[in-house]
């Protein structure tokens, strides 16, 4: 990430850190780290009109991912209209920032019929988001291993969806809130990398170590893709599977179900043993999925709270492909290619209409 291991970077950096190297190419000293961290604590509150937003959205109890689209939006409004300036386009990006947390901790305790929190300005970014959620400041077991999660997603090169939308988008010189707005749309979608909840309920279906292997060779014989393993750019093992094992093994040590951990381990061995038995050749290793699922749920977060955890962290690369994006000035023009009908002749509406008519047997 950035010319750094990710392996290193993620379970050792701040994601405040994370998210300065990435919008500036640096890591910050500490100066410019503090500031950065004041910065974004001012910023973290909610306007008015953002909560009222998330509050019409837990009446009507709509999905999280909706929720967050439809708020994040509001980050830019200002009282007076027109292009983006310089200042104005990092303010808002700044602003995306800082408050996506809240928007989902925020909507998180609506839709439970609970009051929001307020971020607390002394704690750093992740334990913020667990405070918001729980309203208890989190151990510093459970805002590391968050914070190893947020930066292993913040950046992941240029997928096709999120990071791709987004630079379309600011290529027309648009702003950096509707950029985002459209990389929430494209982390929505189901084809992007699937919601990582999936790989945690196999685990706890098969409930024994004992059951994997019958369990897992009835999938595959019925051609039941296994959750959290295979990936169409990784044909090893994903780097970013092993620093989240890492984390979930610390983290599972001192505040989750070691039992749970050691199941979900038994479980990966024999499925990467069965994938390999059932599709040679193919190297199908365990990926990001299968240990944000555990991670996850180690923190306690609810399963439909997996996705727009994992935004509130790629929001910090969503922006920084946006800065880089807007330095050029260029739009993105894809070419297509036609693949359809060609030299078919005008025929009139009248004709049209005679010709179905004939077909359908209409008596004109």
Same mark, same amino acid.
């Given at each position: 990430?950035?010319?750094?291991p990710?392996?290193?970077?993620? @379970? ?6 994370? !998210? ?19 910065e974004?604590? *001012?910023?973290?509150?909610?306007? =008015? ?12 109890? *709509?999905? @999280?991912?909706?929720a967050l689209? &439809? ?14 300036? *310089?200042?104005?386009? $990092? ?6 920032? !800082? =408050? ?26 992740a ?25 292993? #997603?913040?950046d ?9 939308a987004a ?7 648009s702003? #950096? ?16 990398g ?5 790989a945690?309920?196999? #685990?706890?279906e098969i ?16 051609g ?8 169409r750019? $990784? ?11 890492? !984390? *979930?093994?610390r983290?599972y ?5 070691? @039992?749970l $951990?050691?199941?979900?381990r038994? #479980? ?8 390999a038995? $059932?599709?040679?050749? /193919?190297?199908l290793?365990?990926?990001v999925e299968? +240990?944000?699922?555990l991670?996850?749920?180690g923190?306690?977060?609810p ?7 994992? &935004? ?5 690369g969503?922006? !920084? ?5 807007r @330095?050029?000035? /260029? ?6 290619? +036609? ?12 004709? /049209? ?11 004109t």
């Amino acid at each position: 990430m950035a010319g750094f291991p990710v392996e290193e970077l993620a @379970a050792q950096a701040s994601f405040e850190e994370t !998210a300065y190297l990435l919008w500036h190419d640096a890591l910050p000293d500490a100066r410019q780290l503090a500031g950065f961290r004041e910065e974004l604590a *001012a910023l973290r509150p909610l306007s =008015r009109i953002t909560t009222d937003i998330l509050r019409a959205a837990a009446t009507e109890r *709509a999905p @999280a991912m909706d929720a967050l689209r &439809a708020a994040v939006g509001t980050s830019g409004l200002r009282a007076t209209g027109g292009v983006s300036t *310089a200042d104005e386009f $990092y303010d808002d990006a700044l602003a995306l920032l !800082a =408050r996506f947390l809240t928007i989902v901790a925020s909507y998180r305790r609506l839709l439970d019929g609970e009051e929001p929190v307020a971020p607390d300005p002394t704690l750093g970014h992740a334990a913020n988001y667990l405070y918001m959620l729980d309203g208890e400041p989190p151990g510093v077991g459970a805002a590391r291993a968050l914070e190893t999660y947020l930066n292993t #997603v913040a950046d992941h090169g240029m997928n096709a969806s999120t990071f791709f939308a987004a630079r379309v988008i600011v290529s027309t010189r648009s702003d #950096v809130v509707s950029a985002v707005v459209g990389a929430v749309g494209a982390l929505k979608g189901p084809l992007h990398g699937g919601a990582p909840g999936p790989a945690l309920d196999m #685990v706890f279906e098969i409930g024994a170590a004992e059951r994997a292997e019958n369990y897992l060779r009835e999938k595959l014989e019925r051609g039941v893709r296994l959750m959290g393993f295979g990936h169409r750019v $990784y044909k090893v093992r994903d780097p970013r599977a092993e620093v989240l094992a890492q !984390a *979930a093994e610390r983290l599972y040590e001192t505040e989750g179900d070691d @039992a749970l $951990y050691e199941l979900a381990r038994r #479980v990966e061995k024999k499925s990467v043993e069965l994938l390999a038995e $059932y599709k040679p050749g /193919r190297n199908l290793q365990t990926n990001v999925e299968f +240990y944000t699922t555990l991670l996850l749920h180690g923190l306690r977060l609810p399963s439909n709270l997996f996705t727009p955890t994992f &935004a509130v962290g790629r929001v910090a690369g969503w922006t !920084a492909h946006c800065m880089e994006q807007r @330095a050029p000035d /260029r739009l993105i023009h894809p070419q297509s290619a +036609y693949t359809g009908a060609r030299t078919r002749p005008w025929v009139p509406l009248e004709e /049209r209409q005679r010709r179905r008519n004939q077909q359908i047997g209409v008596v004109t």
